[in-house]
């Protein structure tokens, strides 16, 4: 069945535990590994007329964790697809969001626009590139339907931010910072594939409280939003597939 399967949706995120309620609910059935270089797994079931195909990066291998981060987001992109071919990719995942652009924690996100706040390269050409800025799919219904916000996820390789990174999210008026979606945006436009992302906030960058702190104890309540919003956004009449 593998082998043959193709997607109309893939679903990516980071952490299982960011998933699982999405896999019960949806009755999701695992595959199991697609790719043979990596430890990333993938569930799938129809919703409607919808196959979809959801993946996960996986757990390391040496360091026993979810492989979160850009690296394993772009490679496990590229894996799912070539195996699934899906016609749209959607970003599921937590994120930080911002006191200074009136952010609580709880929100949802289906941000325009993705960018990197890390890559800093201060060459002509290469400053942008290394920004990475990316539109995404215009959503504005499912968004309204969902009721999220949009705006500006950023990305990057750090759960903590340095004051060059806050430098670049103030500049790039971020209302999301993650540390996977303008890495799998940037796949998927290499491929041609549409892509959203969608992000609830677990934590506020520019609160005094550790975002470590707030990410434990605020994961739970935001899967339980992601996983509502999944189920909303697999059975909506604005998407393009
Ligand atoms: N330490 C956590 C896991 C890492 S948190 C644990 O033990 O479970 C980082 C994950 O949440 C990443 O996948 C990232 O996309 C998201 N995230 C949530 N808040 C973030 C923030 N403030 N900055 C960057 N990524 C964040």
Same mark, same amino acid.
């Given at each position: 069945?593998?082998?043959?399967?193709?997607?109309?949706?893939?679903?990516?995120?980071?952490?299982?535990?960011?998933?699982?309620?999405?896999?019960?609910? #949806?009755?999701?059935?695992?595959?199991?590994?697609?790719?043979?270089?990596?430890?990333?797994?993938?569930?799938?079931?129809?919703?409607?007329?919808?196959?979809?195909?959801?993946?996960?990066?996986?757990?390391?291998?040496?360091?026993?964790?979810?492989?979160?981060?850009?690296?394993?987001?772009?490679?496990?992109?590229?894996?799912?697809?070539?195996?699934?071919?899906?016609?749209?990719?959607?970003? &599921?995942?937590?994120?930080?969001?911002?006191?200074?652009?009136?952010?609580?924690?709880?929100?949802?996100?289906?941000?325009?626009?993705?960018?990197?706040?890390?890559?800093?390269?201060? &060459?002509?050409?290469?400053? #942008?590139?290394?920004?990475? #800025?990316?539109?995404?799919?215009?959503?504005?219904?499912?968004?309204?339907?969902?009721?999220?916000?949009?705006?500006?996820?950023?990305?990057?390789?750090?759960?903590?931010?340095?004051?060059?990174?806050?430098?670049?999210?103030?500049?790039?008026?971020?209302?999301?910072?993650?540390?996977?979606?303008?890495?799998?945006?940037?796949?998927?436009?290499?491929?041609?594939?549409?892509? &959203?992302?969608?992000?609830?906030?677990?934590?506020?960058?520019?609160?005094?409280?550790?975002?470590?702190?707030?990410?434990?104890?605020?994961?739970?309540?935001?899967?339980?939003?992601?996983?509502?919003?999944?189920?909303?956004?697999?059975?909506?009449?604005?998407?393009?597939?």
């Amino acid at each position: 069945m593998l082998g043959s399967l193709k997607a109309d949706i893939l679903l990516q995120a980071a952490m299982r535990t960011e998933t699982q309620l999405i896999i019960d609910r #949806e009755a999701l059935q695992p595959i199991g590994a697609f790719d043979a270089n990596s430890p990333a797994e993938a569930f799938t079931g129809k919703v409607g007329p919808r196959q979809v195909v959801l993946v996960t990066h996986g757990r390391d291998p040496t360091h026993q964790c979810d492989r979160i981060g850009t690296i394993p987001a772009a490679t496990t992109c590229a894996a799912a697809l070539a195996r699934f071919s899906p016609k749209l990719i959607v970003n &599921i995942g937590t994120c930080g969001g911002f006191l200074a652009r009136g952010g609580s924690i709880g929100d949802l996100h289906l941000p325009e626009r993705v960018a990197f706040h890390d890559q800093r390269v201060p &060459i002509p050409g290469f400053r #942008e590139f290394a920004r990475g #800025e990316l539109n995404t799919l215009p959503v504005d219904a499912l968004r309204a339907e969902l009721g999220a916000l949009g705006g500006t996820c950023s990305s990057g390789g750090s759960l903590d931010a340095t004051p060059e990174d806050r430098a670049i999210l103030e500049t790039l008026e971020a209302r999301c910072k993650d540390m996977e979606a303008a890495a799998i945006a940037f796949v998927a436009r290499d491929w041609r594939v549409p892509f &959203i992302a969608v992000k609830c906030v677990t934590d506020l960058v520019d609160d005094p409280e550790a975002v470590q702190d707030a990410f434990l104890r605020n994961l739970r309540s935001a899967t339980m939003r992601l996983a509502t919003a999944a189920s909303a956004l697999l059975r909506s009449d604005y998407l393009p597939v």
